[in-house]
């Protein structure tokens, strides 16, 4: 699911959907129309793309899907890679302090 996600969060369409999720839900209509560049087929075949990787969560009420937005898989993927990256960043952390102090005196 993790390499499902990356790709997911690859292509600036979908990442500019997320972001006019994060605020609140909307219809798959509003997407189209915030999306006016895409065809509807288009803003559903990211949504799929999306829904795949659990980032969106579909909720239907009656013939209107109402798309609302998941981070919990973001939270859980970056907090991974994170981890894995918490060494060599502390490590590029000190190496800066010790310069900025170096120039300072």
């Not at 972001?19 to 075949?45: A, I, S, Y």
């Not at 239907?60 to 939270?75: C, F, I, K």
Request: charged residues 25%; contains cysteine.
């Amino acid at each position: 699911m993790t390499d499902a996600i990356w790709k997911a969060l690859a292509d600036p369409t979908r990442r500019a959907m997320l972001d006019e999720l994060r605020g609140m839900p909307k219809t798959t209509g509003e997407l189209c129309d915030l999306f006016g560049h895409l065809d509807r087929c288009t803003v559903m075949k990211h949504l799929e793309v999306l829904v795949h990787c659990s980032l969106v969560v579909v909720e239907r009420r009656g013939r209107t899907r109402l798309n609302h937005l998941n981070p919990a898989p973001l939270v859980e993927v970056v907090s991974r890679w994170m981890v894995g990256q918490a060494p060599s960043l502390l490590e590029a952390a000190a190496r800066l302090k010790s310069i900025v102090e170096e120039t300072r005196t």
